[in-house]
């Protein structure tokens, strides 16, 4: 038992350890993303991020739609939360496994950790 924990552990801190990589173009996030939607459980938040430029999904059970476009390596995004809007922002996207990490203000800013499903 004691050595199950042990691998579990430390196969943990592996993977906590494995560094995010900066995804710096469009068709390598569109690759992330395409068919897949991301998810935030603490906020019950589900978007999909479509290569139309169209993003919709809901956000604590309400409604979020909005639009994007890729420049010059960031996604920016405005948004509208069932009827708040949420301003224009280009955000670094970044990637490790099932994660994607968005930092707001080109990376100057906070960043929201998502999961691909």
Known sequence: MFRIAACLALMATTAAAEPFDQVKDKARFLDLVQGRALHMGAFRIALEVLPDGEIKGEALGWPVTGRWVWQEGYFCRELDWSGKPIPWNCQ???????????????????SALFRLR
């Open 92 to 110: 670094l996207v970044e990637a490790r496994g099932d994660s994607m990490r968005f930092t707001v203000d080109q990376g100057a800013g906070r």
